[in-house]
């Protein structure tokens, strides 16, 4: 691949990702996309090798409540609440057809 974006390949992503670009606007962008490719090559020439992998730079640690298993209300009790039941079940409109 060429370091250059042309006109063409603005157009082209402008297509894929469904905007509506002018030629003015693609003349625009072509020298910034190939001057932001560019700092991309710079940072794949760093060397990573003794970096270990950032999974997680936050360092943030789960402040959630333990999920401990408690008694819910019965089935005709939550039933009661359900605007249509069948059978021992929430009936809800069809979404996906007659299946």
Known sequence: MTNKIDTNMVKHVAHLVRI??????????????SSIIEYFKMLN????????????????TNVLREDVAKPSMSREEFLKNAPQSER????????????
């Open 45 to 60: 020439e760093v060397d990573t090798e003794n970096v270990p992998p950032a999974s997680d730079i936050t360092n943030n």
């Open 88 to 99: 021992g079940y929430v009936k809800v409109p069809t979404v996906l057809g007659d299946e």
């Open 20 to 33: 509506g670009i002018s030629e003015e606007e693609a003349q625009k962008f072509s020298p910034q996309f």
